[in-house]
Protein backbone atom coordinates (compact mmCIF):
# COMPACT_ATOMS: atom_id res chain seq x y z
CA UNK A 1 0.00 0.00 0.00
CA UNK A 2 1.47 3.33 -1.10
CA UNK A 3 1.73 5.12 2.27
CA UNK A 4 0.03 8.41 2.35
CA UNK A 5 1.79 11.96 2.17
CA UNK A 6 2.68 13.91 5.56
CA UNK A 7 0.48 16.45 6.54
CA UNK A 8 3.64 18.76 6.80
CA UNK A 9 7.07 18.84 6.77
CA UNK A 10 8.93 16.92 9.66
CA UNK A 11 12.71 16.07 10.24
CA UNK A 12 12.15 12.84 12.45
CA UNK A 13 13.51 9.92 11.04
CA UNK A 14 10.65 7.01 9.78
CA UNK A 15 10.44 4.00 10.73
CA UNK A 16 11.72 2.22 7.76
CA UNK A 17 14.61 4.09 7.88
CA UNK A 18 14.84 2.31 11.86
CA UNK A 19 14.01 -0.92 10.69
CA UNK A 20 16.88 -0.43 7.79
CA UNK A 21 19.06 0.83 10.16
CA UNK A 22 19.01 -1.71 12.73
CA UNK A 23 19.22 -4.57 10.03
CA UNK A 24 22.92 -3.20 9.19
CA UNK A 25 23.53 -3.21 13.23
CA UNK A 26 25.71 -5.49 14.74
CA UNK A 27 25.51 -8.82 15.87
CA UNK A 28 25.73 -9.22 19.93
CA UNK A 29 23.63 -10.78 22.70
CA UNK A 30 21.88 -7.26 22.91
CA UNK A 31 20.77 -6.91 19.53
CA UNK A 32 19.96 -10.07 19.15
CA UNK A 33 17.44 -9.85 22.07
CA UNK A 34 13.58 -9.87 21.98
CA UNK A 35 13.16 -6.81 24.17
CA UNK A 36 15.81 -5.00 21.67
CA UNK A 37 13.30 -5.61 18.75
CA UNK A 38 11.19 -2.73 17.47
CA UNK A 39 7.46 -3.24 18.74
CA UNK A 40 6.01 -2.97 15.61
CA UNK A 41 8.47 -5.97 14.49
CA UNK A 42 7.92 -7.93 17.04
CA UNK A 43 6.11 -11.02 15.90
CA UNK A 44 5.63 -12.16 19.65
CA UNK A 45 4.96 -9.03 21.11
CA UNK A 46 2.50 -8.19 18.16
CA UNK A 47 0.42 -11.45 18.39
CA UNK A 48 1.08 -12.11 22.07
CA UNK A 49 -2.71 -11.69 24.19
CA UNK A 50 -1.63 -8.31 25.72
CA UNK A 51 -1.85 -6.63 22.16
CA UNK A 52 -5.21 -8.59 20.91
CA UNK A 53 -6.87 -4.52 20.86
CA UNK A 54 -4.16 -3.48 18.77
CA UNK A 55 -5.12 -5.96 16.29
CA UNK A 56 -8.50 -5.68 16.05
CA UNK A 57 -7.47 -2.09 15.11
CA UNK A 58 -4.85 -3.01 12.44
CA UNK A 59 -6.94 -4.98 10.99
CA UNK A 60 -10.06 -2.57 11.14
CA UNK A 61 -7.13 0.25 9.53
CA UNK A 62 -5.50 -1.71 6.39
CA UNK A 63 -8.72 -2.24 4.74
CA UNK A 64 -10.32 0.92 5.55
CA UNK A 65 -7.07 2.89 4.27
CA UNK A 66 -7.22 1.08 0.77
CA UNK A 67 -10.46 1.50 0.25
CA UNK A 68 -10.58 5.30 1.19
CA UNK A 69 -7.31 5.80 -1.76
CA UNK A 70 -9.51 3.84 -3.83
CA UNK A 71 -12.22 6.53 -3.42
CA UNK A 72 -14.88 3.08 -2.96
CA UNK A 73 -17.89 5.11 -1.11
CA UNK A 74 -20.58 2.10 -1.00
CA UNK A 75 -20.45 -1.35 -1.76
CA UNK A 76 -23.09 -3.98 -2.73
CA UNK A 77 -22.71 -7.41 0.00
CA UNK A 78 -23.44 -10.80 -1.36
CA UNK A 79 -23.39 -13.37 1.20
CA UNK A 80 -23.85 -17.39 0.56
CA UNK A 81 -22.95 -20.52 0.55
CA UNK A 82 -19.09 -21.90 -0.33
CA UNK A 83 -20.38 -25.26 -1.11
CA UNK A 84 -22.82 -24.34 -3.32
CA UNK A 85 -20.92 -25.12 -6.73
CA UNK A 86 -20.97 -23.38 -10.61
CA UNK A 87 -23.92 -25.27 -12.56
CA UNK A 88 -22.18 -28.23 -14.37
CA UNK A 89 -19.42 -28.50 -11.63
CA UNK A 90 -19.02 -31.56 -9.43
CA UNK A 91 -20.83 -30.80 -5.91
CA UNK A 92 -17.56 -31.16 -3.89
CA UNK A 93 -18.90 -30.39 -0.37
CA UNK A 94 -21.39 -33.09 -1.08
CA UNK A 95 -21.04 -36.13 1.90
CA UNK A 96 -23.93 -38.42 0.29
CA UNK A 97 -26.41 -38.66 -2.43
CA UNK A 98 -28.92 -36.49 -1.00
CA UNK A 99 -26.77 -33.55 -0.44
CA UNK A 100 -24.99 -34.34 -3.67
CA UNK A 101 -28.74 -33.84 -5.34
CA UNK A 102 -29.54 -30.66 -3.80
CA UNK A 103 -26.07 -28.87 -3.83
CA UNK A 104 -26.34 -29.48 -8.11
CA UNK A 105 -30.02 -28.12 -7.68
CA UNK A 106 -28.60 -25.36 -6.10
CA UNK A 107 -26.42 -24.27 -8.41
CA UNK A 108 -28.42 -22.37 -9.96
CA UNK A 109 -27.84 -19.63 -7.01
CA UNK A 110 -24.68 -19.70 -8.40
CA UNK A 111 -25.60 -18.20 -12.07
CA UNK A 112 -28.01 -15.71 -9.75
CA UNK A 113 -25.32 -14.49 -7.60
CA UNK A 114 -23.03 -13.87 -10.55
CA UNK A 115 -25.80 -11.83 -12.46
CA UNK A 116 -26.50 -9.99 -9.87
CA UNK A 117 -22.90 -8.91 -9.25
CA UNK A 118 -22.93 -7.86 -12.87
CA UNK A 119 -26.12 -5.02 -12.49
CA UNK A 120 -24.65 -3.95 -9.63
CA UNK A 121 -20.83 -3.28 -11.67
CA UNK A 122 -23.00 -1.78 -14.22
CA UNK A 123 -24.48 0.46 -12.00
CA UNK A 124 -20.70 1.05 -10.77
CA UNK A 125 -19.33 1.78 -13.53
CA UNK A 126 -21.75 4.48 -14.49
CA UNK A 127 -20.16 6.23 -11.06
CA UNK A 128 -16.87 5.46 -11.53
CA UNK A 129 -16.66 2.24 -9.59
CA UNK A 130 -16.87 4.24 -6.08
CA UNK A 131 -20.11 3.48 -5.19
CA UNK A 132 -22.15 -0.16 -5.54
CA UNK A 133 -19.11 -2.16 -5.87
CA UNK A 134 -19.54 -5.89 -5.27
CA UNK A 135 -18.03 -7.31 -1.91
CA UNK A 136 -17.81 -10.98 -1.07
CA UNK A 137 -16.46 -13.25 1.74
CA UNK A 138 -13.83 -14.05 -1.06
CA UNK A 139 -14.00 -17.85 -0.81
CA UNK A 140 -15.57 -19.96 -3.42
CA UNK A 141 -19.01 -21.10 -4.20
CA UNK A 142 -21.31 -17.85 -3.93
CA UNK A 143 -18.70 -15.41 -3.37
CA UNK A 144 -16.77 -16.85 -6.07
CA UNK A 145 -19.82 -16.18 -8.34
CA UNK A 146 -20.17 -12.24 -6.84
CA UNK A 147 -16.55 -11.49 -8.08
CA UNK A 148 -17.06 -13.72 -10.63
CA UNK A 149 -19.88 -11.37 -12.20
CA UNK A 150 -18.03 -8.10 -11.69
CA UNK A 151 -15.08 -9.10 -13.44
CA UNK A 152 -17.61 -10.21 -16.15
CA UNK A 153 -18.10 -6.43 -16.62
CA UNK A 154 -14.33 -5.30 -16.13
CA UNK A 155 -15.19 -4.23 -12.74
CA UNK A 156 -13.08 -3.88 -9.71
CA UNK A 157 -14.83 -6.09 -6.30
CA UNK A 158 -13.68 -6.78 -3.05
CA UNK A 159 -13.01 -9.83 -1.38
CA UNK A 160 -13.12 -10.10 2.59
CA UNK A 161 -11.08 -13.90 3.07
CA UNK A 162 -10.15 -15.04 6.99
CA UNK A 163 -8.18 -17.24 7.79
CA UNK A 164 -9.65 -20.68 8.38
CA UNK A 165 -8.12 -24.06 8.78
CA UNK A 166 -9.89 -26.23 5.96
CA UNK A 167 -11.05 -23.55 3.07
CA UNK A 168 -11.16 -20.06 2.15
CA UNK A 169 -8.32 -19.41 -0.58
CA UNK A 170 -9.13 -16.52 -2.03
CA UNK A 171 -10.90 -16.89 -5.68
CA UNK A 172 -8.93 -15.71 -8.65
CA UNK A 173 -11.66 -13.25 -9.57
CA UNK A 174 -11.65 -10.98 -6.70
CA UNK A 175 -9.00 -7.82 -7.75
CA UNK A 176 -5.87 -8.34 -6.37
CA UNK A 177 -5.15 -5.12 -4.72
CA UNK A 178 -9.03 -5.55 -3.11
CA UNK A 179 -8.24 -8.77 -1.41
CA UNK A 180 -7.82 -8.68 2.15
CA UNK A 181 -7.52 -11.44 5.12
CA UNK A 182 -8.89 -10.99 8.21
CA UNK A 183 -8.02 -12.85 11.68
CA UNK A 184 -10.99 -11.64 13.30
CA UNK A 185 -14.25 -12.57 11.83
CA UNK A 186 -15.41 -9.23 14.18
CA UNK A 187 -13.20 -6.75 12.32
CA UNK A 188 -14.46 -8.56 9.10
CA UNK A 189 -18.02 -8.35 10.39
CA UNK A 190 -17.90 -4.63 10.45
CA UNK A 191 -16.09 -3.49 7.01
CA UNK A 192 -18.66 -5.96 5.50
CA UNK A 193 -22.05 -3.79 6.36
CA UNK A 194 -19.86 -0.56 6.61
CA UNK A 195 -20.13 0.94 3.42
CA UNK A 196 -23.00 -1.66 2.64
CA UNK A 197 -25.86 0.08 0.60
CA UNK A 198 -27.69 -3.68 -0.34
CA UNK A 199 -26.99 -6.89 0.94
CA UNK A 200 -27.84 -10.31 -0.91
CA UNK A 201 -28.02 -13.32 0.44
CA UNK A 202 -28.09 -16.10 -1.00
CA UNK A 203 -28.36 -20.31 0.40
CA UNK A 204 -25.79 -21.00 2.98
CA UNK A 205 -24.78 -22.74 5.80
CA UNK A 206 -24.35 -21.53 9.65
CA UNK A 207 -21.90 -18.80 8.46
CA UNK A 208 -24.42 -17.18 5.95
CA UNK A 209 -26.99 -17.73 8.73
CA UNK A 210 -25.04 -15.22 10.96
CA UNK A 211 -24.26 -12.83 8.15
CA UNK A 212 -27.59 -12.61 7.44
CA UNK A 213 -29.36 -12.44 11.20
CA UNK A 214 -26.47 -10.09 12.17
CA UNK A 215 -27.41 -7.45 9.15
CA UNK A 216 -31.04 -8.04 10.31
CA UNK A 217 -30.40 -7.62 13.78
CA UNK A 218 -28.45 -4.08 13.13
CA UNK A 219 -31.62 -2.90 11.05
CA UNK A 220 -34.77 -4.27 13.39
CA UNK A 221 -32.50 -2.74 16.48
CA UNK A 222 -31.86 0.59 14.41
CA UNK A 223 -28.05 0.31 14.78
CA UNK A 224 -28.29 0.31 10.98
CA UNK A 225 -29.94 2.43 8.52
CA UNK A 226 -32.42 0.16 6.36
CA UNK A 227 -31.27 -0.91 2.85
CA UNK A 228 -32.50 -3.33 0.65
CA UNK A 229 -31.87 -7.05 2.43
CA UNK A 230 -33.02 -9.96 0.10
CA UNK A 231 -32.86 -13.53 0.66
CA UNK A 232 -32.55 -15.23 -2.51
CA UNK A 233 -34.52 -18.51 -3.14
CA UNK A 234 -37.97 -18.55 -1.54
CA UNK A 235 -38.22 -22.47 -1.37
CA UNK A 236 -34.59 -22.98 0.33
CA UNK A 237 -35.42 -19.75 2.70
CA UNK A 238 -39.41 -21.16 3.73
CA UNK A 239 -37.67 -24.52 4.52
CA UNK A 240 -35.09 -23.14 6.46
CA UNK A 241 -36.86 -20.94 8.66
CA UNK A 242 -39.87 -20.12 9.95
CA UNK A 243 -40.29 -16.22 10.55
CA UNK A 244 -44.09 -16.81 10.85
CA UNK A 245 -43.98 -19.16 13.65
CA UNK A 246 -41.67 -16.42 15.06
CA UNK A 247 -43.92 -13.72 14.96
CA UNK A 248 -46.69 -15.71 16.55
CA UNK A 249 -44.89 -16.38 19.16
CA UNK A 250 -44.20 -13.04 19.77
CA UNK A 251 -40.65 -13.47 19.97
CA UNK A 252 -40.57 -11.24 16.75
CA UNK A 253 -42.41 -8.54 15.69
CA UNK A 254 -45.63 -9.66 13.19
CA UNK A 255 -43.95 -6.27 11.06
CA UNK A 256 -40.29 -7.60 11.52
CA UNK A 257 -40.40 -10.07 8.09
CA UNK A 258 -41.00 -6.48 5.94
CA UNK A 259 -37.26 -5.81 6.81
CA UNK A 260 -36.24 -8.17 4.18
CA UNK A 261 -37.36 -9.27 0.64
CA UNK A 262 -37.30 -12.51 -0.39
CA UNK A 263 -36.85 -13.01 -4.28
CA UNK A 264 -35.79 -15.78 -6.60
CA UNK A 265 -33.85 -14.05 -9.69
CA UNK A 266 -31.06 -11.61 -9.85
CA UNK A 267 -33.43 -9.50 -12.23
CA UNK A 268 -36.02 -8.94 -8.73
CA UNK A 269 -33.24 -8.76 -6.55
CA UNK A 270 -31.92 -5.85 -8.35
CA UNK A 271 -35.03 -4.23 -9.22
CA UNK A 272 -35.50 -3.70 -5.22
CA UNK A 273 -32.32 -1.99 -5.08
CA UNK A 274 -32.95 -0.10 -8.23
CA UNK A 275 -36.19 1.18 -6.80
CA UNK A 276 -35.02 2.19 -3.39
CA UNK A 277 -32.00 4.14 -4.73
CA UNK A 278 -33.95 5.26 -8.15
CA UNK A 279 -31.22 4.24 -9.69
CA UNK A 280 -31.29 3.57 -13.62
CA UNK A 281 -31.70 0.73 -15.16
CA UNK A 282 -29.01 -0.84 -16.52
CA UNK A 283 -28.77 -3.67 -19.39
CA UNK A 284 -26.59 -7.06 -19.07
CA UNK A 285 -24.17 -7.32 -21.68
Not at 6 to 31: E, F, G, N, V, W
Not at 97 to 112: C, F, G, I, P, T
Not at 219 to 235: C, H
Request: hydrophobic fraction near 40%; charge should be neutral; aromatic fraction near 12%.
Amino acid sequence: MASRRRAAHTPLRTSKQDIAALKRAPQTPQTASAAYRLAYTDEEFITSDDTRGIRFQLEYLKPELRLQQRGITSTVVLFGGARIPEPGKPAWAARNEVQKKNLELASKYYDEARRFAQYASLTSEALGYKEYVVVTGGGPGVMEAGNRGAADVGAPSIGFNIVLPHEQAPNTFITPELCFNFHYFATRKIHFLLRAKAVAIFPGGFGTLDEFFETLTLIQTGRMERVPLLLFGIEFWNNVINFDALAQAGTISPEDPKLFTVVDSAEDGWSVVRDFYKLPKVELR
